[in-house]
Structure formats: C-alpha cells, structure tokens
C-alpha cells in the first residue's frame, strides 16, 4: 500500500493525558507503538488537573505535583457533623489535594515514549479500516497508518470508536480565573473543593440549578476561583457562572484587581456511555467512559489503569494469530469487566438524582455524603470501593440523610430504572 511505513503494533490516535498515559504504558512493554495526534504533542493542555494527595502518593507521582494543599474544606451550610470547624461552618476534609503541574506530567509521558522510542505522527485521523489481520488509519493529508491494534484516545467525540447513545448527557459547566484579589477570597493555604453558600443569591437565583465555588490559594497572592455546576442537562450556561462568581465576590466586597488567567466556558460531559465492548478497536480516557461520574476526574484513574491494560494488550499481540478483535475484546475485558460497569451504572443512578436536586437538598446530600468514614468517601470519590463497599457507603449515606434528601433519593424518574438495571445485569 502507498504512503505507508512499517506495520506498527499499537497506533494511540490522540496526546491528551488518554493517549499520552496508554502510549507510555504499552511502550514499557517493549511493543511497538505509534502515536497519532491532530495537536503538536507538547502543546499545552488547556485544563488544570486536581488529585487526592493519597491517591498521587499511592501512584508514586506525587513528584509531579506543582501544590499541594493540607487545609482542604467545604462549605456546605450547618456542616458535616463530625468534621465540622466550630470556628466557621466548614467541613473538614481532612485529606491533602494536589494539582498537577501539567507540564511536567506532560513531559513524564512523553519521556517514557521516546525512552520506549515510540513514532509520533502529525495529522487527522479520518478513515478506518480493520480486516482479519490488521487495522489501517488513514489521515486528512492521505498517509495511512498500519497497526495490529488502533486505541482510539481523541477525547470525548471519539473519532471511530462507537458509544452508544443513552441520551441526554449531563455536563459539567465552569467559569474559572487565576487571578489577584483586593484582598484574599478563601483563606490562606487553603482549598475549598465545594463552597455551596447561597447567601449572594437573590430568591429566584435559588430556585435556579444551584453552582458552587472551587477554589485555592496558588501562591504569591494569587489565587484561582471557579464557579462549577455540577453535571447537568441542559447545562448551566457559562454567562451564568461568570455572573454568579463576580456576585459572590461582590458580596463579600472583594474586587478582581489582575487576572491571570481565564477558563472561560468548560464542558465536561459526566456520564458518558461506556462503548460498544465488541468492536474491533478499543479506547482509553475520555473516549472510553473513563471519566469518573461523580466527580469528573479521570487522571488517577488513566494512571492506574493504563499498566494493567497495556500489559493486557502485549499479551494477546504476542499470540501472533489475534486478529485485530479478538485484541481489542481482551483489551475491553480488562478495562470494563464486569465489576466496573456494575459500579458505573451505580454511579450514573446517584448522578441522576443529584441532577434533579434542589440547592438545599444538594447541600443536604452533601452533609450527610461527608459524614460517611473519611476512608469511605475518599475510596467513593477515586472509584476504589469494591461493588459491595460502594452499596454499603451508599446505603449509609442514605440512612443518614435528612427526609427531604431521602424522598429525593427514593424518586424513579427517566433513565434511572435502566441504570439499576444494568446494575444488576450489566450489558456485554
Ligand atoms: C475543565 C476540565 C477540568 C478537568 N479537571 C480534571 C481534574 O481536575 N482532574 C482530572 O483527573 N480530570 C479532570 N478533567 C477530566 C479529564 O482529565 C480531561 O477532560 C482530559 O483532557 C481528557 O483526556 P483525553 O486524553 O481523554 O482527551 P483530550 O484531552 O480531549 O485529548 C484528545 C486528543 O485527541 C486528539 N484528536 C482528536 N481528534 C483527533 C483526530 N481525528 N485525529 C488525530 N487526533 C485527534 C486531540 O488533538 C487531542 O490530542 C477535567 C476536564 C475538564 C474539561
């Protein structure tokens, strides 16, 4: 075939964390691998990367990490009951938060590929075509790419890899500045995963869907704030955010004096569909449904998945008479077995409710959420409760719950019926 190099074990088409983390994995299983992407693979990423201090340390990468904080809160009105600081309502978390410093994880992935001396291509990827032996990618600019395995990680509209449409998708919509302040809008060294105080709000802003504010102190009198609202369809629009930061800034007299920088209209799409398990070509990251539905992270899950996998891959590219689907089929098996896709429709249930939830039942459901063990809603929020565990949180949480948050619970509405459903019997 014209314009065409080498057959290549594994092409990764895309160099967003999805790609970069699978592309190092499989390298360090001495296969032969090629990466695709339509960006410049050292381009910045556009978003900031949050984890659990644990989560990094356990991972071993918590050298990649640019802060690091300890104070780490919420404030969610009365306060979780155990946790709750005397001195001003917050709820303690008791947990240290990092975020990444992009760059260097950047670099740490893209070091491991040239170390494992991965190909990197530039351009489109726009036709494929897999037979019994291999797959064939195709450009925008004509070159194709012959691999025995194509792993689709082009973000959330994947290019080839089919999802199935479970309807309406709930997403995440935040407004976000880096900036300084005229004086400081959260305390010092400190993190507040979710402020939900709604005092700034007039009575029919509250009966709106309720956003909450993200926000740490960066260091050097700066500090970044976002507005978010958590998964929602249709989402709350950017305007709205932006407006509902500068009102709660407003309200406690503190004014924007330079920013830094802006997240100006961020869409994160929660509750994706995990794909189609039989098809000939497999996915990592955003493509595959990796994110987390509670709380949209998806970067510690893609570091500690990626090894088991791309091991997973080497083995079966080794049985030389694979075909390209019978690859992909063991590479579904091991990163959606059943398990996982009976926690996901779990997940996506309580994701349902909580989009249904008013401000102050959300803020309710969050109490009684962080009264669980600090053990128990850290492993929730990581995705590392095994299936009976996380039954057994969520039945505490429940019990727990103030009536008005129970009812809510208890309500069936819309797709929730099916997702219990695949809880019990997850589809192949
Ligand atoms: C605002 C925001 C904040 C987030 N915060 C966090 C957080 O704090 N912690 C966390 O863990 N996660 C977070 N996430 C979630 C997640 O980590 C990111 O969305 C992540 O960027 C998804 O990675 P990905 O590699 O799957 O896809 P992307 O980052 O979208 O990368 C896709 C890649 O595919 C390439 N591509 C696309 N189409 C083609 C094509 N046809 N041919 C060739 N290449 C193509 C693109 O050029 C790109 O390189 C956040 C997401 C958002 C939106």
Not at 307 to 327: D, R, V
Not at 385 to 394: D, H, I, P, R, Y
Request: charged share 25%; proline share 6%; glycine share 8%.
């Amino acid at each position: 075939m014209a314009n065409t190099d080498t057959p290549m074990d594994v092409l990764v088409i895309g160099t967003g964390p999805g790609g970069l983390a699978i592309a190092s994995a499989l390298g360090q299983e001495n296969l032969n691998v090629a990466v695709l992407s339509a960006n410049d693979p050292s381009e910045p990423w556009p978003y900031t990367y949050g984890i659990w201090g644990e989560e990094v340390d356990e991972l071993g990468f918590e050298n990649l990490l640019n802060h690091r904080w300890s104070k780490t809160v919420s404030y969610l009105g009365e306060g979780a009951k155990e946790n709750i600081s005397p001195k001003n309502n917050a709820t303690l978390h008791n947990r240290d938060y990092g975020l990444f410093d992009k760059k260097k994880l950047q670099e740490h992935w893209i070091n491991k590929c040239n170390q494992a001396s991965v190909q990197w291509y530039r351009g489109k990827a726009t036709k494929l075509e897999v037979n019994e032996f291999n797959s064939i990618v195709e450009t925008s600019s004509g070159k194709k790419i012959i691999s025995k395995l194509i792993i689709d990680a082009s973000g959330y509209d994947p290019v080839f890899l089919n999802v199935p449409n479970n309807g309406e998708v709930a997403v995440q919509t935040c407004y976000g500045i880096v900036a300084e302040f005229s004086r400081p809008p959260i305390e010092e060294n400190q993190f507040v995963l979710m402020d939900y105080r709604s005092n700034h709000l007039s009575e029919r802003e509250k009966k709106e869907p309720p956003t909450f504010l993200y926000a740490m102190d960066m260091g050097n009198g700066k500090y970044f704030l976002e507005e978010t609202s958590l998964g929602l369809a249709p989402p709350v629009d950017i305007k709205t955010l932006k407006s509902r930061l500068y009102s709660r800034l407003k309200n406690k007299n503190i004014e924007v004096l330079n920013i830094d920088n802006e997240e100006n209209g961020v869409y994160l799409p929660m509750n994706l569909p995990i794909p189609d398990l039989n098809q000939p070509i497999l996915g990592f990251g955003g493509s595959a449904g990796m994110v987390h539905p509670a709380s949209g992270y998806l970067v510690g899950g893609l570091l500690r998945r990626a090894p088991s996998l791309a091991k997973e891959i080497a083995l079966a590219i080794k049985e030389k008479s694979n075909s390209p689907s019978e690859i992909a089929k063991r590479g579904w098996e091991n990163l959606w077995p059943k398990e996982l896709r009976r926690k996901q429709a779990l997940y996506q249930f309580g994701l349902e409710k909580l989009m249904r939830f008013k401000e102050v039942q959300l803020r309710e459901f969050f109490i009684s959420f962080f009264s669980l063990s600090n053990e128990q809603w850290y492993r929730f929020l990581t995705n590392t409760l095994t299936t009976n565990e996380l039954v057994n949180a969520m039945w505490t949480m429940f019990k727990k719950a103030p009536l008005k948050v129970k009812w809510g619970l208890m309500e069936m509405k819309g797709r929730e019926i099916n997702l219990l459903w695949n809880f019990i019997k997850p589809n192949v």
